[in-house]
């Protein structure tokens, strides 16, 4: 989204909780979100406002998956509860804690996070229970529950969106994360997704002979990708480890076996590379012996097969090699870190995140096996390059026969370390564009020296030696 119609409304969380205006008559609107509101154009009111709990650097920690940033922004607002409880909501999705996050987003949903005895309680409609409702539905998305995330986008439209719109100036009132998509039927109409079969850890081999070439978009070779049961039939899938929901060819959507529900106008993934189509409910999927049940699928512009975090996550433990990918409830991970899952707010994007070191500095990268790393190791997006990055920068094009796809590029090389393990001189290219979400992408380099082990039930991750 274009900057212009990007704006935190921290001062209006803070400030809504403490308003003292609110006496005898309680409006049904907070005065302070319509004050701040009225400062906004009908256009940008149209495209969609972005209500942020905290600040920017709170917001970069949930993206980044990054809860020492979560930390580091909460503790500089020390003593201001909401920021605190935001803060807790936040590292529990960084985790994927899903259950525990919508816990205390329910307690939100009820009280706005105020005392009962609060002198000056807010109204029905505020900031902050905008701010819970949205952070709510994104987790129900990323957690492939589409039943509850619809329910949530229509309380949103039918209960904030009215009171909103009826006054004067804010007719076009709407929230870009609400407005990411919508179903076009019921959502109680929705089967759950489920699986079956992780009871028991199984592997199923890796294969390189497929490619990534997407119109308009990326190629990629040298990529892993597994056979997968899609309705009976058995297609390749890419372990698409940074993006939130699975993808598959507009053409599958007309199988009998497939049930569109709604529309995506929004899904991007750590390459920034943006996507919209039909939501579609898929009947079965196998992977290996485990049973996928009504699974959640963009329908869009991909010629291949993809998972998506949201399919990913419901394996229970995974164990990633050069060879397969091993998964199951009884795998023993022992990892003792925390697992590091960057998303966005309303769910249309999400990843696995690894600290590294880098030329002597340790960041969150993210962990992207659709990323071709045969050339260079490490892939940074940045928004901007500086006067002198531009001066060593050169224009690249991904695909020859494609002269719209163009980006200024420069590589850099430095001496890559994780976990204390020595990777040697590796090479990074950094591209400008302007639509990324400034990510640092590493992909099958990261299994160099070790194995990736993702515990998605206590969401922890780690990386161990190869023996």
């Known amino acids: 989204m274009p900057k212009k119609y990007r704006f935190l409304l921290y001062p209006l969380l803070l400030n809504s909780v403490l308003l003292s205006e609110l006496k005898a008559d309680k409006p049904l609107v907070s005065p302070k979100l319509i004050e701040i509101l009225k400062q906004q154009t009908p256009e940008t009111l149209k495209n969609g406002i972005e209500i942020r709990p905290g600040d920017e650097e709170m917001q970069r920690g949930v993206l980044e998956g990054d809860d020492l940033l979560i930390d580091k922004a909460a503790n500089a607002l020390k003593g201001n509860n909401l920021v605190s409880q935001y803060a807790k909501i936040d590292k529990l999705r960084v985790k994927g804690d899903y259950q525990n996050a919508n816990k205390l987003l329910d307690i939100c949903g009820k ?7 609060d002198p000056n309680p807010l109204p029905p409609v505020s900031g902050v229970g905008m701010t819970c ?6 987790n129900y998305f990323l957690d492939g529950n589409l039943k509850n995330w619809g329910k949530i986008l229509h309380f949103v439209r039918n209960v904030y969106y009215p009171p909103i719109r009826k006054i004067s100036g804010l007719e076009q009132f709407s929230l870009t994360d609400i407005e990411m998509g919508r179903l076009s039927v019921s959502p109680d109409s929705i089967p759950p997704f489920t699986i079956t079969g992780i009871d028991h850890q199984q ?12 119109d308009h978009r990326r190629f990629a070779e040298n990529i892993p990708s597994a056979m997968v049961s899609l309705n009976g039939k058995e297609v ?3 372990l698409e480890t940074g993006a939130a929901i699975g993808k598959l060819p507009k053409a599958l959507s007309h199988s009998p076996h497939v049930h569109i529900i709604g529309h995506l106008d929004r899904s991007t993934n750590a390459a920034s590379e943006f996507f919209s189509g039909d939501l579609g409910i898929v009947d079965e999927l196998k992977i290996g012996k485990a049973v996928l049940k009504n699974v959640p699928f963009l329908f869009t512009d991909v010629s291949q097969a993809y998972l998506g975090l949201m399919i990913l996550q419901k394996l229970g433990k995974i164990k990633i090699d050069k060879q397969q990918m091993t998964f199951g409830k009884d795998i023993n991970c022992n990892c003792q870190q925390d697992i590091h899952l960057g998303s966005a707010l309303g769910g249309d994007f999400q990843s696995v995140q690894y600290p590294i070191t880098w030329q002597g500095h340790t960041r969150l990268v993210v962990v992207n096996f659709t990323q071709d790393d045969t050339v260079y190791n490490l892939t940074t997006y940045k928004s901007e390059f500086t006067p002198q990055e531009k001066k060593q920068s050169f224009e690249e094009r991904p695909d020859q026969n494609n002269k719209e796809l163009k980006f200024s590029v420069y590589f850099k090389k430095g001496n890559l370390f994780v976990d204390n393990m020595d990777y040697g001189q590796k090479k990074e290219i950094v591209i400008e564009d302007s639509r990324s979400r400034l990510a640092t992408i590493i992909g099958l380099s990261i299994l160099e020296k070790a194995d990736l082990y993702l515990d998605f039930i206590n969401h922890k991750a780690c990386l161990k030696s190869i023996q």
């Open 133 to 138: 409702q949205q952070i709510l539905a994104g």
């Open 236 to 238: 390749p899938f890419f």
């Open 111 to 117: 009280t706005f996070f105020q005392k009962p005895d």
């Open 203 to 214: 592997s199923i081999p890796l294969q390189y002979n497929v490619q990534i070439k997407e």
